[in-house]
């Protein structure tokens, strides 16, 4: 019952909305311009309201949809794998180090941290991974050298760990003669899925997101993520008609550039905007997580 | 080391050597950790080493250890060069004003969602809000891209011409607008989720204080100013302050991708971070960028310590370590 100033209630709400508006709106100038006949923009522009309504674009991509549905494939397999492979690799760290009896725990727990601190940087990184390992132009690149796991993720699952799990359970487990990995199975892993949850939205978010390891890493366009192919395809409108093969003679037409670059940005982002609505709720909760103690 | 200290303490120890862990019950928690030391061996600590690679002239066809010394020629070139001077200086200011700005307009919409009362519209606002902080910086490049592309964009083809303003501007290649861009680009990207950050400081705060200002008859705006103010804004300053010790390292995304990499701009878009990319890909000097990577390592490595001393000294609680 702490409100009751109706004033500012207006003014918050007034604002609200005029913020959530800032945050819709370039979002209806990419699709409506994507919506557009290529002529219309060439004398118009990119405006908020197709002037002359046109799917043109879209049948162009279409007619190239095998390699738009490769990307995606590709998308789909490194965000599901690493962030499997991550929550693993980040559990299996975590909670060792949330137990008091570990062999050498304050050891490990500076390197974690120390990891956090102190960076090799981009070029000593690019060495070990693509000199030395030779990831260079495989789809484990995208893997091992996006985030896996790290320190902040391992820290943070920690002190979750620390504040859930029951001494006196774990005890009791020891004495009916269970093991170690019986007592993470079957007793830890339970009771620790929210943070499960909440870690392995951030690293699906953050695979499905990256670009960046791709362009450091990724040459060979068919191995190309849908991120790195829009990334491409920004800086390089060409690439659609040198890389994607058409799959029809009707799409053989000429493209229509203007648009067909909004059409692919629209076909990047809708998967992860549609999903939104269904895991905004995890999404905001893992954000408040974060913040409460990382 | 705090391993089992009641049970130590409980024991007579008459021999002063006890075995120190007990590894045959549980080496199994040690086995567990392999995977993840081992990705961090790799992933972090292997290119650590690769720091002395800014003292070598590089050359990726040798290797690291095979390429010749050249001590600090690298940093030499760097900083007789006018480009060490304008990354820093960019990715400092663009740093500061980013993260002044953001925590304001952050905190000032926090408090705005902590007014509304309808639980649906407070769930909708924060949906919408956060959700530019979900899309990818290359999807931003193409909204960026809609409003200011120079034959098609909406800023040239729609609001020139209401302002009356006859000529394109050519946003791509004039370097004097990015400032205002990037910043209000990177507002558009984190305010949101900056302000549920701090929209969970918030809902902390015990409803017992609001309740006996308002007996005391304590007008809103004064409870926010008499309480929430002075309980949640050392917190934020505190946070703010960690966020100080990442100064030299930049949002890559942000000024490689929005700008498209655009090298007219470089006086005012270049940061370290696009600067030693480009000099991996080849657009740039190798042997310099390296030299910068290893300036950014080190610089921002003693300036998260020392941020961290001065949070600590002011603040246990909030300090990192």
């Known amino acids: 019952m702490k409100h009751e100033s109706p004033v500012l209630t207006w003014v918050s709400h007034i604002s609200l909305i005029a913020l959530s508006a800032a945050c819709i709106i370039p979002f209806i100038l990419l699709i409506s311009a994507s919506l557009t006949d290529q002529n219309a923009i060439i004398r118009q522009g990119y405006s908020f309201w197709p002037q002359e309504f046109s799917t043109a674009a879209y049948d162009y991509l279409f007619a190239r949809g095998t390699d738009i549905l490769r990307a995606y494939g590709v998308t789909v397999f490194v965000t599901v794998f690493g962030t499997t492979l991550g929550l693993i690799i980040t559990l299996l760290m975590a909670y060792p180090l949330a137990r008091a009896e570990t062999p050498h725990r304050t050891l490990i727990l500076f390197l974690v941290f120390f990891s956090m601190l102190f960076h090799g940087g981009m070029i000593p990184s690019y060495l070990v991974y693509a000199k030395y390992l030779g990831l260079k132009n495989t789809i484990w690149a995208l893997i091992f050298a996006g985030v896996l796991t790290n320190g902040y993720y391992i820290m943070m699952m920690r002190v979750f760990l620390q504040g859930s799990m029951s001494k006196d359970l774990i005890e009791s487990a020891q004495i009916d003669g269970a093991s170690e990995y019986r007592i993470l199975w079957s007793i830890i892993i339970p009771t620790s899925t929210p943070i499960l949850a909440v870690i392995g939205l951030f690293t699906a978010i953050w695979y499905w997101n990256d670009w960046q390891t791709g362009m450091i890493y990724i040459t060979n366009p068919k191995l190309y993520s849908i991120q790195n192919m829009l990334q491409r395809i920004m800086q390089d409108i060409q690439f659609i008609q040198s890389n994607l093969q058409a799959n029809s003679n009707s799409a053989m037409a000429q493209m229509p550039r203007d648009t067909v670059k909004m059409a692919i940005a629209v076909i990047g982002s809708l998967p992860i905007l549609l999903a939104y609505p269904f895991f905004q709720k995890y999404f905001i909760k893992g954000i408040m997580f974060g913040a409460v103690k990382g | ?321």
């Open chain 2, 1 to 321: 080391m705090s391993q089992l200290p009641s049970e130590s303490a409980a024991l007579p120890a008459p021999k002063k050597r006890k075995r120190k862990y007990d590894y045959r019950r549980y080496h199994p928690l040690l086995i567990m950790m392999i995977p993840g030391l081992i990705y961090l061996l790799i992933n972090n600590y292997l290119p650590m080493f690769g720091i002395v690679i800014a003292f070598k002239e590089v050359n990726f066809a040798k290797g690291i250890f095979a390429s010749d010394w050249v001590g600090f020629k690298n940093f030499e070139f760097l900083f007789a060069s006018n480009n060490a001077y304008i990354i820093t200086r960019n990715t400092i200011l663009y740093n500061l004003v980013f993260l002044v700005l953001g925590t304001v307009f952050s905190f000032i919409v926090a408090l705005m969602l902590n007014e509304v009362k309808n639980k649906f519209l407070l769930r909708s606002y924060q949906a919408i809000i956060s959700m530019p902080h979900l899309i990818s910086w290359v999807i931003v490049s193409y909204l960026v891209f809609a409003f200011l592309s120079v034959d098609n964009g909406f800023i040239n083809r729609a609001i020139l011409p209401m302002l009356g303003v006859e000529e394109d501007i050519y946003w791509y290649t004039e370097p004097k607008y990015w400032p205002y861009i990037l910043t209000l680009v990177d507002l558009w990207k984190r305010v949101g989720y900056g302000s549920i950050v701090y929209f969970a400081a918030l809902l902390g705060i015990n409803d017992e204080y609001y309740e006996a200002a308002k007996l005391d008859g304590a007008s809103r705006l004064q409870q926010i100013w008499y309480i929430t103010l002075p309980i949640v804004v050392p917190v934020i300053i505190m946070m703010a302050m960690l966020q100080l010790g990442r100064i030299f390292y930049s949002d890559f995304g942000l000024f490689y991708q929005v700008t498209l990499n655009s090298g007219i701009l470089f006086s005012t878009t270049a940061t370290i971070d696009t600067y030693v990319f480009n000099g991996l890909t080849g657009s740039g000097n190798l042997g310099m960028s390296t030299a910068a990577g290893v300036y950014q390592s080190i610089v921002g490595f003693i300036l998260v310590l020392t941020v961290n001393y001065l949070v600590r000294r002011k603040d246990r609680e909030n300090a990192l370590f």
